[in-house]
């Protein structure tokens, strides 16, 4: 394959701190640019589809504003017994999940969008990873929740956190847990025709 000798501009079409600071361990500083999609409007029962479309819808409304750019959209959400997860709306709702959580199997899905301006071209993907919950007495549950961590988390819980404590064992990649799947990244980007390491920040 071919790869394309200059790199467009770098946005993050999130404000996620979590996906900023992963893009930035391997070398990429992006623009940030939050899309503030409404993720209200996106209604489905399946979770794969879901996160896809929520990825893509946020990467498409950022897109226009950056033309000759690659913008990232990308969306997690946690099913766990049949039940699609994602942020708690407040800290009882928070409880209660980790109360069904607790010493269960989930399986995470976060999609990712890649919009290239440049080249007209959008590729949406998705990565899975099966996550194990320990088991969990409830003070030890609201005292992760007052720690405020798991109300700003997709599956309420942050594995690069405090949540890590509580996470037994992960089949599949880490870094898609956190938000963003660091394995599918690369191969996004090859697909368009770019080596991951022309993005480096020097």
């Known amino acids: 394959m071919s790869y394309s ?5 770098f946005i993050l079409a999130s404000a996620s701190q979590a996906r900023r600071q992963l893009l930035q361990k391997i070398g990429i500083n ?3 640019c939050p899309s503030n999609f409404d ?13 896809q479309t929520l990825a893509r819808s946020k990467a498409e409304i950022v897109a226009p504003k950056f033309p000759e750019s690659l ?7 946690l099913l766990i ?7 708690p709306d407040c800290p009882q709702e928070a409880i209660a999940r980790w109360q069904t959580m607790q010493g269960q199997q989930g399986t995470l899905y976060t999609g990712h969008a890649i919009i290239d301006g440049k080249q007209h071209q959008t590729l949406v993907r998705c990565g ?10 409830l003070p030890t549950i609201e005292a992760y929740v007052n720690s405020g961590e798991p109300l700003n988390c ?4 942050a594995l690069e956190g405090k949540g890590g404590l509580f996470i037994e064992k992960i089949e599949g990649c880490h870094s898609n847990v956190i938000g963003l799947s660091l394995p599918l990244f690369r191969q996004m980007l090859q697909d368009l025709g770019y080596q991951v ?5 020097n």
């Open 128 to 137: 899975i990873t099966q996550v194990y919950f320990a088991q969990l007495d």
């Open 197 to 201: 390491t022309q993005f480096w920040i």
């Open 71 to 77: 913008v990232l959209g990308c969306d997690s959400v």
């Open 39 to 51: 993720e209200s409007q996106i209604i489905s029962n399946n979770p794969l589809e879901l996160v």
């Open 154 to 157: 997709a599956g309420c819980f």
């Open 30 to 32: 992006p623009f940030i």
């Open 81 to 87: 017994q049949g039940q699609i997860y994602g942020k």
């Open 5 to 9: 000798s200059s790199s467009p501009n």
